[in-house]
């Protein structure tokens, strides 16, 4: 693995990130990287989550990455500093932050902007600086916070980086006190692990978020033992076997998503992102060989150009952070790559089976309505998710998918897949200015005292939850003369409402922060079977019959 591939990426996003903070240091805003709040002036509050951005600073600032022009240079120091400095300034007086909406008290961003200002602390060795009482304070009273908070819904990558950050705040302040809030959130991390080796994401496996939870975990089992070494933690308060098994299954659930050109993830999973975090494969593999082979494969992608794009203003910092610990901590001895073996997973908890068989592969959502990427060799040549209609009723136009989460009929065999459910109307609300104004007239009232009841029911209209259209499918799989043939039936009770139909390769259609990112797979152009559907009587099915691949695919020779 060429880990300078990783450093170079992470460099690309720093004048991105300079940008988005104010470093002017007589502005009431210094140190804020929600450009949208010092600059814009377009919202109301500063997004918490933004400050994370101290800790590519502080990194870029330390490593003596190659041609680095940041390093060791003063103003990063003092601009990540004032990062650091901001956040505390602009937390609740519970040590809490808002990301979304006022008082909303978010929990993810609280603890992956504390984690940074708590590594950037540390590298920037401001134990020295006028401002370390204050510094202090904060990371006292945020984790306080922190370990007695608990947000609606499952997320399992927030629980390990809370843990994460209250064992690297016990380390700072060298204090006990967060012990049992650490013991309760690993407990509950083991428990969200499914026997599959993958982590709880809301409705089920989600690899990319998955891999944030590997990197969180495998930082806690190399901290622990200095820790309670120094004292700052008790013996049994981390279960280190059980940690370090929990890892071990983690990585070999991993190993399967990268696909055969190095890319990762992507639609037919859970959340729908090509995330992928590094660097815990890089610290699991100093005991775990195979954790190294998931991160070459990756890197091979990276190479290619495969990883997706996550320079947003808001999540630009997570990938960049990881990649450079990735850089720092890149093990240089390696083991020969080791690839998957021909044959068939199928991850029954998860719902995705996954076939290798001669040059082909096939990542198949059995959840999702049959969602899926099909390989040959290493090229993508289809991404498929499944049927979509722009159906009217009314004056409004609906949009009803095959991709949505939801229970389905599922029928497998050797050589032949069948799956039957229902479409679902897909999550299309946005904001008005009548919702943002009822929004703010709440949680200034009395929402501000119940935050995660306004989280809850925020989840529930934009993530979790199917409702039913009146659409009905049938998609099939068979395996005839070295590839699969793929039928697609699709029936309705009246066809004259539907104004377009279609198939995308990368249509997603539920809220999640990291999804939605650009990546070159999704270049598959749009099958339009608009004409198709004028076409069907009005009892008559939809029928469409694809042998992979077809005349009409998406190759990387295309690009």
């Known amino acids: 693995m060429n880990r300078d591939l990783f450093a170079q990426e992470a460099l690309r996003q720093i004048p991105k990130i300079l940008t988005l903070q104010d470093r002017n240091p007589h502005s009431p805003t210094y140190g804020c990287f929600d450009r949208n709040f010092w600059q814009y002036k377009i919202i109301d509050f500063p997004s918490g989550m933004s400050q994370e951005f101290v800790w590519p600073l502080a990194l870029v600032y330390d490593l003596p990455l190659p041609n680095n022009p940041y ?7 003092a601009w ?6 901001y956040a505390a300034r602009s937390a609740h007086p519970d040590g809490s932050c808002d990301d979304y909406f006022p008082f909303e008290r978010a929990g993810g961003a609280a603890a992956f902007s504390l984690l940074a200002c708590l590594e950037a602390y540390r590298r920037l060795q401001l134990n020295e600086s006028v401002h370390q009482a204050e510094m202090l304070r904060f990371f006292e009273r945020r984790s306080d916070w922190l370990a007695h908070h608990h947000e609606s819904g499952r997320l399992t990558n927030h629980q390990a980086l809370i843990v994460l950050c209250l064992l690297r705040a016990a380390a700072l302040l060298q204090t006990q006190k967060w012990q ?14 499914n026997s599959e080796g993958w982590f709880q994401e809301y409705e089920g496996c989600d690899p990319g978020y998955h891999t944030l939870t590997v990197s969180c975990l495998a930082q806690i089992y190399q901290l622990t033992p200095a820790l309670m070494q120094s004292g700052d933690l008790e013996k049994g308060v981390v279960d280190l076997p059980r940690l370090k ?9 991993a190993a399967h998503f990268v696909h055969p050109d190095g890319s990762y993830g992507g639609e037919y999973t859970s959340r729908n992102t090509y995330n992928f975090f590094p660097h815990g494969f890089e610290l699991a593999g100093r005991w775990l060989p195979a954790a190294l082979s998931v991160n070459d494969r990756f890197a ?22 990881n990649y450079l610990l990735t850089w720092e901590d890149a093990i240089k001895d390696r083991p020969p790559t080791q690839w998957p073996k021909p044959g068939r997973t199928w991850l029954q908890n998860a719902q995705v089976l996954i076939d290798q068989r001669e040059n082909t592969k096939l990542y198949l959502a ?12 290493n090229q993508l040549v289809v991404s498929d998710t499944q049927f979509s209609l722009q159906v009217r009723q009314g004056k409004r136009l609906k949009n009803a998918v095959g991709h949505l989460v939801g ?22 609300k946005q904001m008005t200015t009548l919702n943002l104004l009822i929004l703010r007239a709440v949680m200034f009232t009395v929402g501000r005292f119940f935050p995660d009841l306004i989280r809850k029911l925020l989840q529930k209209v934009l993530i979790t939850g199917k409702k039913p259209a009146p659409f009905q499918f049938k998609r099939q799989f068979c395996w005839r003369e070295g590839t699969w043939q793929v039928t697609d039936e699709l029936t309705a009770a009246d066809w004259s409402q539907v104004v377009s139909a279609g198939i995308a390769a990368d249509q997603t259609s539920i809220y999640v922060v990291m999804s ?16 198709q559907v004028r076409a069907c009587k009005p009892t008559e099915p939809l029928r469409y019959v694809r042998l992979l691949p077809f005349t009409q695919c998406f190759t990387q020779d295309n690009y």
């Open 300 to 321: 091979k992608g990276l190479e290619k150009g495969l990883g997706a794009c996550y320079a947003d203003d808001h999540i630009v910092g997570h990938h960049t952070w």
């Open 71 to 77: 390093y060791q240079q003063p103003a990063i120091k």
């Open 407 to 428: 229970p389905c009929q599922v029928q497998v065999s050797d050589h032949e897949i069948t799956l039957q459910g229902s479409l679902g109307w897909a999550k299309q």
């Open 245 to 253: 098994s929990a890892i071990a299954n983690a990585v070999e659930l």
């Open 516 to 531: 939605r990112t650009f990546q070159v797979g999704q270049l598959q152009p749009w099958l339009d079977l608009t004409d």
């Open 366 to 377: 059995l959840n999702k309505g049959g969602a899926f990427k099909f390989f040959q060799g």
């Open 180 to 193: 049992g809030a650490v013991a309760q959130r690993l407990e509950r991390v083991f428990s969200w692990q």
């Open 80 to 85: 990540a500093e004032a990062g650091i400095l």
